[in-house]
């Protein structure tokens, strides 16, 4: 089974500046995609970044991009000039490529607060 | 395109009663999958449906049930309900069980609270 590990429960940043949220995961299957989702208060789980394990370039979505060591499994996420907005929980999740359903794993996840 | 939506909001149900969750998938999609996220914790998965059959299911006992309609709207009951059943229960939509390259779009949630 694939685990999902944040190691940092909460992490503070101050607005403007950039900050890195740390993931690891297990897993012996070498075709999967990893996602890093945000939650705030809302509750609504939001899709920041995917990244396809296949690729070997790491994925960017404007200020949000990926740092994905396939052979360490290890995906951290960085998140550069950093707004109010940002603030929020943010889980790291797997997904399991050509599988017959599309079952997600999550971690724990990481409390992100950002400073004015 | 209409998002996914989780009713109700707020639940509070006594220890031994049964409650039933909806959610309504995002327009176009045919996959509905339920997790529960106890406080302090990542989601979990509890099952999924794909045109209106179970495929796939997590550690969860069989007093979690579901169902999904026609029209891949989905409902998640829970039957003898426990203290540790508290949580936010999650519905997500996707096009197509394994499907390469779609989105999971997540509902706001279902707080629940057993007393």
């Known amino acids: 089974a694939q685990t999902v590990t944040q190691s940092q429960p909460e992490m503070s940043v101050q607005e403007a500046e950039t900050v890195t949220l740390s993931c690891t995961y297990d897993t012996s299957e070498s075709d999967y995609y990893l996602f890093w989702y945000k939650q705030p208060p809302s509750r609504q789980m939001i899709l920041v970044i995917r990244q396809e394990a296949y690729k070997q370039q790491n994925a960017t979505e404007n200020r949000f991009s990926v740092n994905f060591q396939k052979a360490a499994k290890s995906f951290s996420l960085k998140i550069s000039d950093s707004q109010l907005g940002d603030a929020a929980m943010y889980f790291c999740?797997?997904?399991?490529?050509?599988?017959?359903?599309?079952?997600?794993?999550f971690g724990k996840g990481t409390l992100l607060t950002v400073n004015p | 395109e209409t998002g996914v939506t989780q009713s109700p909001t707020h639940l509070i149900k006594t220890r031994g009663q049964q409650v039933t969750l909806r959610c309504s998938s995002q327009?176009?999609?045919?996959?509905v999958s339920w997790y529960q996220q106890a406080l302090g914790q990542g989601p979990q998965f509890i099952f999924q449906y794909y045109r209106e059959e179970e495929n796939g299911r997590g550690n969860f006992p069989p007093r979690f049930s579901g169902l999904q309609f026609p029209n891949y709207s989905s409902e998640l009951n829970v039957n003898a309900l426990e203290l540790d059943d508290s949580a936010l229960y999650l519905c997500?939509?996707?096009?197509?069980?394994?499907?390469?390259?779609?989105?999971?779009?997540f509902g706001q949630g279902t707080r629940l609270t057993v007393v």
């Open positions: 997500a939509s996707s096009l197509g069980a394994g499907v390469l390259n779609t989105e999971a779009f």
């Open positions: 327009s176009g999609h045919n996959t």
């Open positions: 999740a797997y997904r399991s490529d050509g599988g017959s359903n599309y079952k997600l794993t």
